[in-house]
């Protein structure tokens, strides 16, 4: 949604909230469609069936488990020339219902970019809504994130060597992870390099709840207060947090920035290094833009590479 766009609808919104009944009604059914309308959007990025497409010099692994759940399962993408140096972690969105690891968006163009280079690019699904919340979303994260650093010794590549990376949805769940890693640890995972948290509006889910959101922010989080800080990023940083990128698009009505703002400062006051970078890209696009040649890739290779500067050579 442009920024004009959302300038124009809140003046809409305000028009219909003066008066004018005989006008207001259909106003406001045309805003609850334009409303809906952006929902759809921000929910089904990644529930398209569009698939990955090979890649010359990747291998694929489908479907391993880490878990009894059917939605327990990732896929690994691994260099087939170079030698594997570090492990990249996706984790998709999709509102918390809906998604899937093989979705366009969320490999196509990472693949491209990183796996010829040495990374080994795991993308794992996670239970969803109704069968499981939030909150039990992220420990099937974590737990994922636990077997693949079991596992990345068999794909010739150091465990220790791994960063988490999450769109909306699951960018909320790796912030989650990432700002808490005791819920990490709880699963079985070690400790990993940082994360990069791609478009999330959940940053801060008590200011969110408590404000204006979508529909499906409420059939994810529900009314009750205590899960909503439960399953804050921003209510549960701690000074063991990861080192964190957070992207947000400046496209969305929503503003994502400015909780991203807010999340980096607090952070800064616990000691804890997150920086924002914001991106005139849709909500779609800051994540399939990621691989893209430009200074989006450019800004979290940047990032990858002050976690680990020998990484900049390959990047």
Same mark, same amino acid.
């Given at each position: 949604?442009?920024?004009?766009?959302?300038?124009?609808?809140?003046?809409?919104?305000?028009?219909?909230?003066?008066?004018?009944?005989?006008?207001?009604?259909?106003?406001?059914?045309?805003?609850?469609?334009?409303?809906?309308?952006?929902?759809?959007?921000?929910?089904?990025?990644?529930?398209?069936?569009?698939?990955?497409?090979?890649?010359?010099?990747?291998?694929?692994?489908?479907?391993?488990?880490?878990?009894?759940?059917?939605?327990?399962?990732?896929?690994?993408?691994?260099?087939?020339?170079?030698?594997?140096?570090?492990?990249?972690?996706?984790?998709?969105?999709?509102?918390?219902?809906?998604?899937?690891?093989?979705?366009?968006?969320?490999?196509?163009? !990472?693949?491209?970019?990183?796996?010829?280079?040495?990374?080994?690019?795991?993308?794992?699904?996670?239970?969803?809504?109704?069968?499981?919340?939030?909150?039990?979303?992220?420990?099937?994260?974590?737990?994922?994130?636990?077997?693949?650093?079991?596992?990345? !010794?068999?794909?010739?590549?150091?465990?220790?060597?791994?960063?988490?990376?999450?769109?909306?949805?699951?960018?909320?769940?790796?912030?989650?992870?990432?700002?808490?890693?005791?819920?990490?640890?709880?699963?079985?995972?070690?400790?990993?390099?940082?994360?990069?948290?791609?478009?999330?509006?959940?940053?801060?889910?008590?200011?969110?709840?408590?404000?204006?959101?979508?529909?499906?922010?409420?059939?994810?989080?529900?009314?009750?207060?205590?899960?909503?800080?439960?399953?804050?990023?921003?209510?549960?940083?701690?000074?063991?947090?990861?080192?964190?990128?957070?992207?947000?698009?400046?496209?969305?009505?929503?503003?994502?920035?400015?909780?991203?703002?807010?999340?980096?400062?607090?952070?800064?006051?616990?000691?804890?290094?997150?920086?924002?970078?914001?991106?005139?890209?849709?909500?779609?696009?800051?994540?399939?833009?990621?691989?893209?040649?430009?200074?989006?890739?450019?800004?979290?290779?940047?990032?990858?590479?002050?976690?680990?500067?020998?990484?900049?050579?390959?990047?």
């Amino acid at each position: 949604m442009s920024p004009l766009f959302a300038r124009g609808l809140s003046a809409l919104m305000l028009f219909c909230g003066l008066g004018l009944p005989a006008q207001a009604g259909p106003l406001r059914d045309w805003l609850a469609e334009r409303r809906t309308a952006a929902e759809a959007e921000l929910a089904s990025d990644e529930a398209s069936g569009e698939p990955y497409s090979a890649v010359a010099g990747v291998r694929v692994l489908r479907d391993l488990a880490y878990g009894a759940s059917e939605r327990e399962r990732f896929d690994v993408y691994l260099p087939t020339q170079a030698s594997p140096r570090w492990v990249i972690v996706m984790v998709h969105g999709g509102a918390w219902r809906a998604g899937d690891k093989a979705a366009r968006p969320v490999v196509q163009n !990472k693949v491209a970019r990183w796996v010829p280079r040495g990374a080994v690019l795991v993308s794992l699904n996670y239970p969803l809504l109704p069968e499981a919340g939030p909150l039990q979303q992220a420990q099937a994260v974590a737990r994922g994130l636990a077997a693949v650093q079991q596992r990345a !010794k068999a794909w010739g590549v150091d465990a220790s060597q791994l960063v988490l990376i999450g769109h909306s949805a699951g960018a909320h769940l790796v912030a989650l992870l990432s700002a808490s890693p005791k819920l990490a640890q709880e699963a079985g995972a070690a400790p990993w390099l940082g994360s990069v948290v791609l478009d999330s509006a959940g940053l801060d889910m008590v200011g969110l709840m408590q404000g204006k959101h979508y529909r499906f922010h409420e059939r994810a989080f529900g009314a009750d207060p205590a899960y909503w800080q439960a399953t804050s990023p921003y209510h549960q940083l701690s000074r063991e947090a990861v080192p964190m990128l957070i992207t947000c698009s400046t496209e969305r009505a929503d503003q994502p920035c400015t909780a991203a703002q807010r999340f980096a400062s607090r952070a800064q006051t616990l000691g804890v290094p997150v920086s924002v970078k914001a991106a005139a890209l849709s909500h779609r696009q800051m994540n399939d833009a990621l691989g893209l040649p430009g200074a989006y890739t450019d800004t979290v290779e940047a990032f990858l590479s002050q976690l680990v500067p020998s990484w900049s050579a390959a990047l």
